[in-house]
């Protein structure tokens, strides 16, 4: 079974750079897309990006794309989301997840299989 945990958040300023890490333990990574999603207190978890299980392809939220870039590592089994230009909007728990169909990590996350327990990232402005 695969377990993901998220490292990285923390406060920042209004237009800094930060990247999440999603560490993953377990058999099969490379069989598992992985997306990340954010949650503001109050609101509904929203999906932010998500890659495929051989690193070829990347998908974004329409809000996320230009400052927003997920990678993943599958040496040091390992994603990441990088998000340049910060801003306090972005504040929020930001989640990654792991499933076997990348279609669901992108489209249906009730139907993701693996949660992380999320880190908080604050963007003072």
């Known amino acids: 079974q695969v377990q993901l945990v998220e490292s990285g958040g923390g406060l920042v300023q209004a237009g800094d750079s930060l990247r999440l890490s999603c560490a993953v333990s377990?058999?099969?990574?490379?069989?598992?897309?992985v997306g990340w999603f954010r949650q503001v207190p109050g609101k509904e978890r929203e999906f932010v990006a998500a890659?495929?299980?051989?690193?070829?392809?990347?998908y974004y939220a329409d809000d996320a794309k230009g400052r927003f870039n997920i990678s993943r590592d599958d040496t040091k089994r390992t994603v990441y989301l990088q998000i340049d230009s910060l801003k306090p909007e972005d504040t929020a728990v930001y989640y990654c997840?792991?499933?076997?169909?990348?279609?669901?990590?992108?489209?249906?996350?009730?139907?993701?299989?693996?949660w992380g327990q999320g880190a908080l990232v604050t963007v003072s402005s």
């Open positions: 890659i495929n299980w051989i690193g070829t392809n990347d």
């Open positions: 997840a792991a499933d076997r169909s990348l279609i669901a990590v992108v489209t249906s996350q009730e139907d993701v299989e693996i």
């Open positions: 377990g058999s099969n990574f490379n069989s598992y897309a």
